[in-house]
């Protein structure tokens, strides 16, 4: 069974850092990529990034360029996604998702594709505040 859990979140100081964990169970070669997405309270889910299990390609949506960094440990089935500079406006649930759609040109629509993802985590808490 494929299985996604997230780890990490908490409460930190604007200008603070945070390091999210997905832990994979089960994927298969059929999995091409996995994503990052937040939802705040009374808002949409958003795409935050996302990243090919293949060869690393990265994308980030533009309110966390510069700010937000996803890599893959392949060894361990794991996805982080390292946050710096957080601001008040990062609070939100986050959440890792995957589906089995070909490739990874998917990430570049996450605030489309989302909707399609068939895997997803049950989320975690980060709360910016001071």
């Known amino acids: 069974q494929v299985q996604l859990v997230e780890s990490g979140g908490g409460l930190v100081q604007p200008g603070g850092s945070l390091r999210l964990s997905c832990a994979t169970f089960?994927?298969?070669?059929?999995?091409?990529?996995i994503a990052w997405f937040h939802q705040a309270p009374g808002k949409e889910r958003e795409g935050v990034s996302c990243i090919s299990r293949s060869d690393g390609t990265t994308y980030y949506t533009d309110s966390v360029k510069g700010r937000f960094t996803i890599s893959r440990d392949n060894a361990k089935n794991t996805v982080y996604l390292q946050m710096n500079s957080l601001q008040t406006e990062d609070t939100a649930v986050y959440y890792c998702?995957?589906?089995?759609?070909?490739?990874?040109?998917?990430?570049?629509?996450?605030?489309?594709?989302?909707?399609?993802?068939?895997?997803w985590g049950q989320g975690t808490l980060v709360t910016v505040s001071s």
């Open positions: 089960g994927l298969t070669s059929d999995y091409h990529a």
């Open positions: 998702a995957t589906d089995r759609m070909y490739g990874s040109a998917w990430c570049e629509s996450l605030d489309v594709v989302h909707k399609y993802l068939d895997v």
